[in-house]
Nanobody
């Protein structure tokens, strides 16, 4: 069964850090690029970070550039999103997905609040 499972979300104060993980089963990351997306309450889906084309193309949304870092551990079939200097506007449900968009996880909630 093909499955993507996110973890690592939670409540953090502004300026804090979190690391999200997305573990895949049923297909290898090495043949699929991966992305992180997020959706804040009342807003549309935003592409946050991408690591596509066998890890050679890494891109970030302007809103997270310099604060977030995306990485893949192919041996563990796990995608990561290191989030630093978090802001209240980073509050959202975060989803991992393949670059092709054909597979999505169920999401993990990140809340940034004092």
């Amino acid at each position: 069964e093909v499955q993507l499972v996110e973890s690592g979300g939670g409540l953090v104060q502004p300026g804090g850090s979190l690391t999200l993980s997305c573990t895949a089963s049923g297909f290898p990351f090495s043949t699929n690029g991966m992305r992180w997306h997020r959706q804040a309450p009342g807003k549309g889906l935003e592409r946050v970070a991408s690591i596509c084309t066998a890890g050679h193309m890494i891109e970030y949304a302007d809103s997270v550039q310099g604060r977030f870092t995306v990485s893949i551990d192919n041996a563990k079939n796990t995608l990561y999103l290191q989030m630093n200097s978090l802001k209240t506007e980073d509050t959202a449900m975060y989803y991992c997905a393949t670059c092709s968009g054909d597979r999505w996880g169920q999401g993990t909630q990140v809340t940034v609040s004092s």
